[in-house]
């Protein structure tokens, strides 16, 4: 039986993994492209580090996000996993919570910050660099609502998912 919440998750890693990878390729296609302008025409495009820079951010926020869901991201838990149950999953508790506390904070200021860039425009295309910083609050209320599931998983004694040890970042 598939757990209540499944099909919102499911669908917000799709969503991510959509914008994280899409921009990756993006901006490997636009720095090579750029790259092969200079070397064949001595001439390259003048709004390229700008887009290149925006998809920068959407990738990186983004792939954070991803790789979260499976708890991927490079611990160094030797520490905690050799500590006794109790005393770990009060570290696992505190953890969570931390993370989901400073997500929460990074939805407000980072929405704060993203509208406060509205009326700032890029030098070549003119885009408001809202663009460049609405990845910081979008990636922060997904990376919040995985710290929270994990932080009831680990209430409830449930075991959260894993990546392996050789897929970490």
Not at 76 to 95: C, F, G, Q, S, T
Not at 113 to 118: G, P
Request: glycine letters at 6%; proline letters at 3%.
């Amino acid at each position: 039986m598939k757990r209540k919440g499944a099909k919102l998750e499911n669908a917000v890693n799709w969503v991510a993994s959509v914008i994280g990878g899409v921009s990756l390729v993006g901006m490997v296609v636009l720095i090579s492209l750029n790259v092969i302008s200079r070397f064949l025409f001595a001439t390259s495009f003048n709004w390229a580090e700008e887009v290149t820079y925006m998809l920068f951010n959407w990738a990186v926020f983004f792939g954070v996000v991803v790789v979260y869901r499976y708890q991927g991201l490079t611990a160094i838990d030797v520490l905690v996993n050799a500590l006794p149950e109790k005393a770990r999953r009060v570290v696992l508790l505190l953890n969570y919570a931390l993370i989901t506390a400073i997500c929460v904070a990074l939805v407000v200021w980072g929405w704060q910050f993203a509208m406060s860039a509205w009326t700032r425009k890029s030098p070549s295309l003119h885009i408001p660099y809202f663009f460049f910083d609405i990845p910081i609050p979008l990636a922060a209320v997904c990376l919040a609502g995985y710290s929270l599931k994990f932080l009831v998983q680990t209430i409830r004694g449930q075991e959260t998912e894993v990546a392996a040890l050789e897929e970490r970042s």
